[in-house]
């Protein structure tokens, strides 16, 4: 059996306004396991190209970086279409990073979106292929840097606590809503 990930950090984006234009706040929430021991808060542009940037500087810049194992991300975009590179990051961080999503992407949707109305649409488009195919998962569906896919589906059962989201991912959520509009909602 391999060697279990016990220390996380999830990231997600804050919600913000469709016409809002400027930058867009992320956090991060470090877990142990299942217990929350840290929350960290930065920020992207909408719509930017600063995504893998402005994830590995949050990270770098705390005092959790150097115990970290796996990097969950709320979802490969951040901020609108601000898209993660996620071997970039990867790479730079030297840990592995886990995309998570509960519904398999509409990828012609998106691909149509990103070429047709968004500026760099194309760059970040092949962004979106390079982290490959959305895999099932452990209930969810994953794209993966640094992780074989039995090691992503124990990641998520490992973090599973309340629902099919690791918890990291779910906290993320959770304060980011809270952050940004004062008090968490939706789904998490």
């Given at each position: 059996m391999a060697r279990r990930l016990s220390n996380s950090i999830?990231?997600?984006?804050?919600?913000?306004?469709r016409r809002h234009r400027g930058d867009?706040?992320?956090v991060g929430v470090v877990f142990t396991r299942t217990r929350l021991d840290g929350v960290m808060t930065g920020k992207l542009?909408?719509?930017?190209?600063?995504a893998t940037t402005a994830i590995a500087k949050l990270i770098e810049g705390s005092p959790f970086s150097a115990h970290a194992q796996v990097v969950l991300l709320g979802g490969?975009?951040?901020?609108?279409?601000?898209?993660?590179?996620?071997?970039?990051?990867?790479e730079r961080l030297s840990t592995p990073v886990l995309v998570l999503a509960r519904k398999r992407p509409r990828l012609r949707v998106i691909r149509e979106t990103l070429l047709e109305k968004v500026p760099g649409g194309a760059r970040k488009?092949?962004?979106?292929?390079k982290a490959g195919?959305?895999?099932?998962?452990a209930g969810l569906w994953v794209q993966?840097?640094?992780?074989?896919?039995?090691?992503?589906?124990?990641?998520?059962?490992?973090?599973?606590?309340?629902?099919?989201?690791?918890?990291?991912?779910?906290?993320?959520?959770?304060?980011?809503?809270?952050?940004?509009?004062?008090?968490?909602?939706?789904?998490?």
């Open positions: 999830g990231i997600d984006d804050a919600p913000f306004d867009v706040a992320i542009r909408k719509d930017g190209a600063n490969i975009t951040f901020g609108g279409f601000n898209v993660a590179d996620i071997h970039a990051l990867r488009w092949a962004l979106i292929e195919e959305m895999e099932p998962c993966r840097a640094g992780l074989e896919l039995d090691q992503a589906a124990q990641v998520i059962e490992d973090l599973e606590v309340h629902g099919k989201l690791p918890e990291p991912i779910r906290v993320a959520h959770l304060v980011a809503g809270a952050y940004a509009e004062g008090v968490s909602r939706g789904r998490a």
